[in-house]
């Protein structure tokens, strides 16, 4: 089972030195326990276009799909096998990168 | 054996076997929503057919047979469209019901998974209501005053939510254990209080199904887990506080404040059994939690034979423990009651007086301040603080019981 474990940030690209450093370290104890799927640090949503070629013509629009103050920064994909693990995990992940986190199950297989 | 003996028979079942019921359709199907119906649908056979066919000598076992034939035949309707496992599951279709200490663990289980931190302290109570309490979704949305429409929907949500993200149903390792527990008493304890001080216009002050509820379910939880201190705790918190039931409302509808309140009505046995569990606690010399200590206070109170002889120092020694463990402000007006006992009204204002930022929007402050002004021969603060309490409390009992105070200030 993979839960999606997303990083609530107002600022994209804003961890310290030392977040980076916990970080560092909580994806190496990730990967040795075998929960790693993947993981990424998001650009911010002002980069972002979104696109609907449900028409006839594609159309592309500047900016994120939903403007909000917070946004996912970041994020984590652990494979795991219930949400008890799943939440630990995310509440390790929480005190590494110094943020709040959400997590969100993928449809189980 | 008459209709009235098999009805009995059957809503007694309902009370001690729907929890066990439930527990074990959830461990073998690994689904709460199959679980929840089929066992609802094994009840309604019973009713229907109890009284032509007599009660079944092991009514425990004859349900869970019926519920599983129930959970699968639903499963067959729908695995004729794809779920291979579950197919696989139906294959085991004939198998005996499990001995009682699997099915008691079972019971954890699933209270436990109720219960889970994921969920929302609101969806917590109403899942243990259903699942374990075995109460219709239409009695639980009447408790708590929503539609029961609203009340289904939480309810199917929370379920849906448990299988999609995959909340597991299992006792929580030990050492998660303790905050576990306490997320499961605090379910517990908010259904005994929403029982015990009923909030709503039209509903009875005290809502004796609700506390009765809660009482039976901790007990439950005391049966399975009888060395956890809070649990214990809170049992003979429950108790000692529903031993007073009768005393509290008047004949005219009208809360009754501790010490006015007529002792010999106090139910003895209720307090003995809270005394006792009180005793069995303090012998362990463990650190108490809140609701021991809570219990303890309520035993001090339980103690008096009349109000005078209460050992109101006593009191306000626990509530310093509970101030060291629970620093809210909640508990230190609390506190402030009982030192008005001991240091005087105007100490115990003074100290409630400070909580002001904190705690303008809640009935029991207001009510507090105003009794104290009015001890204290300050007739006009004390008809504003009763106005604020009257306008914030949401018990029936309690507003006729403050409107009265008020109006017979000088």
């Known amino acids: ?109 | 054996m008459s209709v009235t003996d098999v009805h009995e028979a059957a809503v007694r079942a309902h009370h001690e076997e729907w929890a066990r019921v439930v527990a074990a359709l959830c461990r073998r199907f690994g689904d709460l929503d199959i679980a929840e119906e089929a066992a609802a649908e094994a009840f309604a056979v019973a009713v229907e057919k109890w009284p032509a066919d007599g009660v079944p000598p092991n009514p425990g076992a004859w349900l869970t047979t019926t519920a599983n034939r129930k959970a699968i035949d639903r499963i067959r309707r729908e695995s004729k469209r794809d779920d291979k496992q579950r197919e696989a599951q139906m294959m085991r279709d004939d198998s005996p019901p499990e001995p009682s200490g699997a099915i008691d663990d079972d019971r954890l289980r699933l209270i436990f998974t109720c219960c889970h931190p994921a969920l929302a302290l609101e969806t917590r109570v109403a899942l243990t209501l259903r699942m374990v309490g075995g109460l219709t979704v239409a009695e639980i949305a009447r408790a708590f005053l929503v539609r029961e429409t609203a009340m289904e929907q939480r309810i199917t949500r929370a379920k849906a939510k448990i299988k999609a993200a995959r909340i597991p149903y299992r006792v929580p390792a030990a050492e998660d254990l303790p905050i576990r527990v306490s997320g499961v008493l605090a379910a517990l304890f908010l259904i005994f209080n929403e029982g015990y001080l009923a909030t709503g216009a039209g509903t009875d002050p005290i809502r004796h199904d609700l506390t009765a509820e809660a009482i039976r379910l901790t007990r439950l939880i005391r049966a399975l887990l009888p060395a956890n201190g809070e649990v214990t705790g809170l049992l003979a918190l429950m108790l000692l506080t529903e031993a007073r039931r009768t005393a509290r409302i008047s004949a005219g509808g009208e809360l009754v404040a501790l010490g006015e309140q007529n002792r010999g009505a106090w139910d003895r046995s209720l307090i003995a059994e809270g005394h006792q569990l009180v005793r069995e606690r303090l012998a362990t010399g463990e650190a108490p939690g809140r609701y021991q200590i809570l219990a303890a206070i309520n035993a001090v109170h339980t103690d008096a034979r009349d109000v005078r002889d209460t050992d109101w120092s006593q009191v306000v020694a626990l509530y310093d423990q509970l101030v060291r463990i629970d620093p809210s402000p909640i508990v230190a007006l609390n506190r402030a009651i009982a030192v008005a006992e001991v240091d005087g009204p105007d100490v115990a204002l003074a100290a409630v007086d400070r909580l002001d930022g904190k705690l303008a929007g809640y009935h029991a402050y207001h009510a507090t301040r105003a009794d104290l002004l009015r001890r204290l021969g300050r007739g006009e603060p004390a008809r504003s603080a009763y106005d604020k309490a009257i306008d914030l409390a949401g018990n029936t009992a309690e507003v006729a019981y403050l409107t009265r105070r008020r109006d017979q200030l000088g």
């Open chain 1, 1 to 109: 089972m993979q839960y999606l474990v997303s990083v609530i940030d107002d600022k994209s690209g804003s961890a310290t030195d030392d977040e980076m450093t916990a970080i560092d370290a909580f994806n190496d104890k990730v990967q040795a326990a075998g929960h790693w799927v993947f993981a990424g640090g998001l650009n911010a949503p002002s980069t972002a276009t979104v696109i609907d070629n449900r028409g006839e013509e594609t159309l592309f629009t500047d900016g994120p799909f939903l403007e909000s103050k917070e946004f996912i920064a970041g994020f984590w994909i652990f494979e795991a096998p219930d949400l008890d693990v799943a939440l630990k995990l995310a509440a390790d992940g929480s005190k590494a990168c110094n943020r709040r986190v959400e997590v969100r199950p993928f449809f189980g297989e």
